[in-house]
């Protein structure tokens, strides 16, 4: 069973920092686009960064360049969100998702694997 459970999420204060993990389950997440994703109360689902499968591209949205650093241990199965400087603008549940279409996937419907979400609150 393919699996993704996301860890990290709480309440920080702004400019403060988090650092999400994704542990993957019962697939090899090196073989697989992935992504990280996130959705604020009556917003659309929102690409935050991304990886490509093969060639390790990326692709961050313009409002978490030079904040937020994606990466992934294909030893451990897992990947990961830093983010820094955290703004209350960046409060929201945020998802992983993988995807084994080669590629630089930056929709959500690109995704067939999610996890359940954490919930990221930037606050004072």
């Known amino acids: 069973q393919l699996q993704l459970v996301e860890s990290g999420g709480g309440l920080v204060q702004p400019g403060g920092s988090l650092r999400l993990s994704c542990a993957a389950s019962g697939f090899t997440l090196d073989y697989y686009a992935i992504g990280w994703f996130r959705q604020a109360p009556g917003k659309e689902r929102e690409a935050v960064s991304c990886i490509s499968s093969r060639d390790g591209r990326i692709y961050y949205a313009d409002s978490v360049k030079g904040r937020f650093t994606i990466s992934r241990d294909n030893a451990k199965n897992m990947m990961y969100l830093q983010m820094n400087s955290l703004k209350p603008e960046d409060t929201a549940v945020y998802y992983c998702?993988?995807?084994?279409?080669?590629?630089?996937?930056?929709?959500?419907?690109?995704?067939?694997?999610w996890g359940q979400g954490t919930q990221v609150t930037v606050s004072s």
């Open positions: 998702a993988a995807d084994p279409t080669v590629g630089l996937l930056r929709h959500p419907g690109d995704y067939d694997y």
